[in-house]
């Protein structure tokens, strides 16, 4: 009987101690967190849309970025996911993988990390964490949330391969096993999270950008014949706890695309781990705080209504794993570059194609949701690049919709409790 209560004591202590101090309590003022299926911010509901501007680092202009930022604040946005990362060989063999250097941003003389034939160095200077530095300033001078992603799994500002063409390995996939580069990772992950692990204006450190088992047949290291959803689940495990472990205030989420893997659907890669995702495995695991999923018909050889169908089992998976879940990327592209990267052409348009998921991610409560990507005339050098997915603010007709509209909708379910 004693024993009984004593054991009952420290089981409550216990929890007390996990559930209530170490979470709401003491986490610092103005950081995201989670209740159930809803984020909140400074004790209130906190349903948001965004965008991605991957490429507010590599300008290195804090004035640009500030610009930026002011002009989505107006425009009803309230976080910006971007690249923590930018990886490369002190010397580029044009020959090696992986081939970075062609990317969007144009020529950056930004860099977080370089490698010497196997050993690495963290360039702490004006053109390395210094210029991340601004982004997150900025951040929090302007009131962004920022969503960052710590490495790539394509070849762009270097990713993955860099850490394992310089570390022995052979294939895309040794990234998630191989024990050197594992702890190569870690390392990195140590320096930047610490930097940057006291500020409000991270909203979340995210594992990595769309990890898969394999990645570009041209630009990346190929994928073995072993790769799986263990391989991929056992990282996101191994690295969210990492992260959890320098950093327990800050939100921890996968950056995947939000592949399922149920059984009965082999019909489909996309719900059946095509690439090694399984997106209720890596939610359910403790240190991941979210889920994410991405959304690109055009790349993946779908329609525009599977791609509502896909909005609507993740929200289905928000509410049966009890997490939020955020619908991170999506785009559609303009029948200009459709015809140029595909040789196709489509009678469905942008405007009521976008708007339709995002009528659905409204309906259904999705906790956030983030276009890709951010367009904007305003920067020291003009336009950003289009990719064939960006919407450009001062484009009216795209942008008083799919921005100002959705980013009016998604706020209004913080009234709607
Ligand atoms: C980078 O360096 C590694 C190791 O020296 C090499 O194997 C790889 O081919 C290089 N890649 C590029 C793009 O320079
Ligand atoms: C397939 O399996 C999933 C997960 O177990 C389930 O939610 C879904 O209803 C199943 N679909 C069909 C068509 O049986
Ligand atoms: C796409 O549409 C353009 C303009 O109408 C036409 O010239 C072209 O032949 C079409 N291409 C394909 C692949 O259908
Ligand atoms: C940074 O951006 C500001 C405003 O957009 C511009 O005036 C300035 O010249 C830029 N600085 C550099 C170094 O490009």
Known sequence: MLIQSVFLGLLALASGLVGVDAGARKTPKGFVT??????????????????????????????????????????????????????????????GLPKYGGEGAGPSKVYFQSWDH????????????????KVVRTAEKTGIKLVV?????????????????????????DFYHMPKIVKAYKNYLKVFINRYKHSPAIMSWQLANEPRCGADGVRNLPRSADCDDKRIS?????????IKKLDPYHLVSTGSEGEFNFPNRSDDWAYSSGNGGDFYKELSLPNVDYGTFHLYPDWWSKTSAWGTQWVKDHA?????????????????????????????NSTEHRIPVVGEWQRTAV?????????????????SYGRNHDDGFTIYLDNKEEADVLVVKHARDMDALNRKG
């Open 34 to 95: 989670t209740k159930g299926t809803k984020f909140q911010l400074n004790g209130k509901d906190f349903y948001f849309a965004g965008t991605n501007a991957y490429y507010f680092p590599f300008g290195d202009n804090g004035t640009d970025v500030e610009l930026g930022m002011k002009a989505a604040t107006a425009a009803g946005l309230k976080v910006f996911r971007t690249w923590g990362f930018f990886d490369k060989n002190v010397t580029f063999d044009p020959r």
């Open 363 to 379: 309906q259904q409560k999705l906790a956030g949701t983030l276009y890709w990507q951010f367009g904007f005339s305003g920067y």
């Open 149 to 173: 992603a710590l490495t790539n799994n394509w070849a762009d500002y270097g990713g993955m391969d860099v850490y394992t063409v310089n570390l022995g390995g052979k294939y895309h996939d």
């Open 118 to 133: 196997g050993k690495p160095s963290i360039n702490y200077g004006p053109t390395g964490l210094q210029a991340f530095d």
């Open 316 to 344: 289905t998976a928000q509410y049966k794993l009890g997490k939020p879940v955020v619908f991170e990327e999506y785009g559609w592209l303009t029948p200009e570059k459709r015809l140029e990267y595909l040789g196709k």
């Open 234 to 242: 056992a990282w996101v495990k191994d690295i969210s706890a990492y």
